[in-house]
């Protein structure tokens, strides 16, 4: 029986497969951009945990053959601090999606970022509630329309990436399901760093998003992502009035903070003295 | 056997030292009154025994890190009061579901709502355990005393360990604030259980889920030990993966139910005293109890046949004794500091077998002995 | 991963294929098609191997693979 490339044998729960996802989905590209930046690093399997939250994103530790934990819906990441703080060995991934990460779990996000706790979270962002049909989320671009905003989306979106930079994050990226080598470093360098890391990876949702906002297929969304996307580093060759319409990628942070788990074990050592 | 400690404690404190004495070794809270001073006490104990704590930024983080720090295999407790326990109600039904052990300790405050932060009550104990939505396994324990704020937290964690499963110890502000002389057992006078662990060798074959033949308690790994398993708050398989048949799912819950139900001796636990004469019963628990005992010795001595029931267990509901007494019994009475809970299961218990009377009081004082005696008058 | 090695050969399953047409938009030399519903490999020998398709597969139901081992 035929169960795909190497890749996917060594690091997916192959009988799970095919995923859920619906044709088309952005996330299918998404989590195997993850896990061949897992596989680049050849990181020990058995130290790999991923963990999501709620929604059409977090179904995918479900298939990736790792220490993998489906939390409750928004909370991925404060579940992913305490099995990162208990067992800082362990490379914890966080795996979500716009609305659960910025919506109803804005609060651990914020945090999780200002206390810098070596996490790579990666969003795979939307714009959209896929798994309950369609509604708007905090990253749906103004004016435009989810089940919930049937006469256009009065909010002001998101912009993930500056939210976890302003939190503390001190590695903040961008990539899309197009740009996938490019997403794979992206995901790669996050992991590598120690502490926080928010990689906001675009994906697209041509049943709800694509639909309702008339974006054409999975192809015509693709494209859209080819077409639209300026990588931060060319940013200062357009006008501006040309990045009007068009959204950047790439690296936006890459600092050196103290980590959270490193600062414990400090405390750990000092209450070690006290007690000789 | 050598010499017991003397300590003067407060019962928070207590419940640190218990959870000490337990194995604990990670702590995920927020502060609230009145159970911070079990936050401070584990931010200030754990380092010292190689533990962990972490102060998240609300109580639905709280219990979600408690639960992350159990799944690397370390003994995990998170404490609060009222408003936090209703925010922590997702993830501790989570946390039943996906068999996950733990102990979330709630210090019971006036409520409803932010109430009187300072002052006791016993009125969340339907919430602890129809808090969460759906069915799911509940063990709660209530202590009387500071003593026994040790010892519950001791059997928490071996409970939760035990059946894989979240377990509610109920405090009152009365039992967390007040301070008493204390005994402390020795360490090997302390009963000591770890969760059952799946042998190396099955590594991959390894089924979360999947208890072996005949048991209901699934072994459990500890993510980074090579067990590749996952977890999850869907209805789940023996792998864990999430599933929509029917079947499994009525299995799942079933067997996660059976884990307590089937155990009722080993989890129950209550108290008797002047029950030998008894034609009456005053049955109480949590910081009540003292009143209600002091309450009963007095009525025996004006000559009233009454005896004391004091349940440790709250939640699964002694049931079987309580049927049992009520063969014998013209009426109970229901100390508690709300307006008509545990009652509710006397009634359903006992039926028309005795009657039952209920004194309840919510204004942020305790019930007094006087007034529990007065009680007693009218009613018996 | 680089993937630039001419032993490698185009590998696809059927039964995991969703019909979404992404690898065919971009394989740069036309070499895919999807026919009711599944993708179709056309045009082999146009091939040139840059994994395109696999690197953007949403279901893994395309990729390059070596004969035997890899």
């Known amino acids: 029986m035929n169960t795909g490339s190497q890749l996917i044998k060594n690091n997916f729960r192959v009988e799970k497969l095919p995923h859920i996802w619906c044709p088309g989905c952005g996330h299918g590209i998404l989590m195997r951009a993850v896990t061949e930046a897992i596989e680049n690093l050849n990181l020990d399997k058995k130290k790999v945990c991923i963990v999501s939250g709620i929604g059409c994103s977090s179904r995918a530790p479900g298939y990736m053959d790792f220490n993998t934990l489906h939390t409750t819906h928004g909370r991925a990441l404060a579940f992913a601090t305490g099995i990162k703080l208990a067992k800082p060995e362990l490379k914890v991934i966080v795996i979500t999606g716009d609305g659960d990460c910025t919506a109803i779990g804005g609060n651990h996000l914020i945090h999780a970022a200002r206390r810098n706790i070596d996490i790579t979270t990666i969003v795979f962002n939307n714009n959209i509630y896929g798994m309950t049909g369609g509604q708007y989320s905090p990253t749906t671009p103004k004016n435009e329309f989810g089940t919930t905003a049937p006469f256009g989306n009065i909010d002001k979106a998101f912009d993930v990436c500056k939210l976890a930079d302003g939190a503390g994050a001190t590695y903040v990226a961008r990539g899309t399901a197009y740009h996938v080598k490019q997403l794979i470093k992206l995901v790669e360098k996050g992991i590598n760093n120690k502490g926080f890391s928010l990689i906001d990876a675009i994906s697209i949702c041509p049943t709800y998003y694509g639909r309702k906002n008339k974006k054409g297929l999975a192809v015509d969304m693709m494209n859209y992502l080819k077409d639209n996307a300026v990588d931060v580093k060319a940013v200062k060759k357009f006008q501006k009035e040309i990045l009007e319409d068009k959204f950047v990628i790439g690296e936006f942070k890459n600092t050196t903070e103290p980590e959270y788990t490193d600062e414990y074990n400090k405390i750990l050592e000092k209450v070690k003295h006290l007690h000789k | ?380 | 991963m680089v993937i630039s090695n001419t032993d490698k050969e185009l590998k696809i399953i059927e039964k995991w294929c969703k019909g979404c047409g992404i690898c065919v938009e971009f394989c740069p030399k036309d070499v895919l098609e999807v026919l009711d519903e599944t993708i179709f490999i056309r045009d082999l020998e146009n091939c040139i191997k840059c994994g395109f398709c696999e690197l953007r597969c949403p279901d893994y139901a395309i990729y390059l693979e070596g004969d035997s081992n890899e």
Not at chain 2, 258 to 285: C, Q, R
Not at chain 2, 302 to 321: Q, S
């Open chain 2, 1 to 380: 056997m050598n010499k017991r400690q003397i300590k003067l404690m407060q019962g928070n404190e207590a419940c640190v030292e218990g959870a000490l004495a337990a194995g604990i070794k990670f702590y995920a809270g927020y502060p609230i009154t009145p159970s911070t001073e079990i936050a401070e006490l584990c931010a200030e104990k754990l380092p010292q025994v190689g533990g962990k704590f972490i102060q998240m930024e609300d109580e639905i983080a709280g219990i979600a890190a408690t639960i992350g720090g159990s799944l690397t295999g370390l003994k995990s407790m998170t404490a609060t009061s009222g408003p936090g326990f209703s925010l922590k109600q997702e993830n501790i039904g989570y946390a039943a579901l996906a068999e996950i052990p733990c102990v979330i300790v709630n210090v019971q405050r006036a409520g409803p709502s932010t109430g009187l932060p300072t002052a006791p009550s016993q009125g969340d104990i339907m919430q602890a355990k129809w808090g969460t939505h759906g069915d799911h396994p509940v063990i709660a324990l209530s202590p009387t005393s500071v003593r026994e704020t040790y010892d519950l937290t001791i059997k928490a964690f071996n409970f939760s360990e035990k059946y894989r499963t979240p377990v509610i110890l109920l405090l009152d502000e009365i039992i967390g604030h007040m301070r008493e002389k204390v005994e402390i057992p020795n360490s090997d006078e302390i009963e000591i259980i770890d969760r059952l662990k799946p042998s190396v060798e099955d590594a991959d074959e390894y089924m979360a889920y999947k208890p072996k033949k005949g048991e209901l308690v699934p072994p459990m790994a500890a993510f980074g030990e090579g067990f590749n398993f996952h977890v999850t708050g869907l209805m789940h398989d023996d792998f864990g993966f999430p599933t929509n048949d029917a079947n499994i799912s009525d299995q799942l819950l079933r067997r996660i139910m059976k884990k307590i139900d089937n155990n009722v001796n080993d989890i129950t636990m209550y108290e008797e005293e002047f029950m030998e004469d008894a034609e009456f019963l005053v049955l109480a628990y949590g910081g009540t109890y003292r009143s209600a005992r002091s309450a009963v010795k007095k009525a025996r001595l004006l000559g009233y046949k009454v005896g004391l029931f004091k349940a440790l267990t709250i939640w699964p509901f002694p049931e079987k004794r309580i049927r049992e007494i009520s063969n014998k019994i013209k009426k109970i009475l229901v100390p508690e500091m709300n307006l008509g809970q545990y009652v509710l299961e006397v009634e359903r218990v006992v039926k028309n077998e005795s009657e039952v009377h209920h004194l309840g009081k919510v204004n942020g004082e305790a019930i007094t002995p006087e007034e529990i005696l007065s009680k007693i008058r009218e009613v018996l």
